[in-house]
């Protein structure tokens, strides 16, 4: 099944296939909304009733007798392939061209290794411009992933959003940015502090 969702429908899927291989079972309404900081379970149904029209989302009666929400397999977006040449480019002294096809790569698999886990974002800001991450660009961030040193990744601090590189040494969090016009954020423990997700590639465009 193929569906096109949006980045807010996606995260509310991802939470509950989530909370599903988490608990085995599917959330309430009351713990999708504390999940998810959802206001009003009217938001909740809402949600549930776009994602049944869309094939994603069913219910079922659970075990408890109770309704279920039951998770369709579905296909976000189409696979995207493009023809992989087994040639590598020269960066330096131009090599013989060589246009032997090896195999077409799937975008999909190459970017996203953990789907449920897994999002883009946008960036806004030339902070990490000596990281190649230019204002504009895209993001793939996943958030299943244990932060390291030297990472980079998307935080938020004091509820705003931020990527920054990672700095972690003896307990300390230090978020570095690549363009010496900003200065670094030490964070304490007066800050309100999460990583979010740690970046995984990077998409911009060239033209």
């Not at 988490?22 to 009003?40: R, V």
């Not at 961030?141 to 705003?160: F, M, Q, T, W, Y």
């Not at 570095?176 to 911009?204: C, K, M, R």
């Amino acid at each position: 099944m193929k569906a096109y969702l949006s980045p807010k429908k996606q995260r509310f899927v991802n939470f509950i296939q989530t909370f599903i291989d988490t608990h085995g079972c599917s959330p309430t309404f009351a713990e999708i909304m504390d999940g998810l900081h959802i206001k009003s379970p009217g938001t909740v149904n809402w949600y549930v009733k776009e994602l049944e029209r869309a094939g994603v989302l069913e219910r079922s009666k659970g075990y408890s007798g109770k309704r279920a929400l039951i998770i369709n397999p579905v296909i976000i977006s189409d696979d995207i392939t493009i023809p992989f040449f087994e040639s590598s480019v020269a960066a330096g002294i131009p090599a013989l061209a060589d246009d032997h096809v090896a195999m077409r790569l799937n975008l999909n698999q190459h970017l996203v290794k953990n789907p449920t886990t897994t999002f883009s974002v946008r960036v806004k800001g030339d902070s990490m411009m000596g990281a190649t991450i230019y204002d504009g660009d895209l993001l793939i961030v996943d958030r299943s992933l244990d932060p390291k040193d030297n990472d980079i990744a998307i935080c938020i601090v004091d509820g705003e959003f931020t990527v920054k590189r990672l700095q972690l040494q003896n307990g300390a969090v230090l978020l570095l940015p690549e363009n010496p016009n900003y200065l670094p954020i030490a964070v304490d423990e007066s800050n309100d502090f999460q990583i979010w997700g740690i970046v995984t590639h990077v998409i911009h465009q060239s033209r």
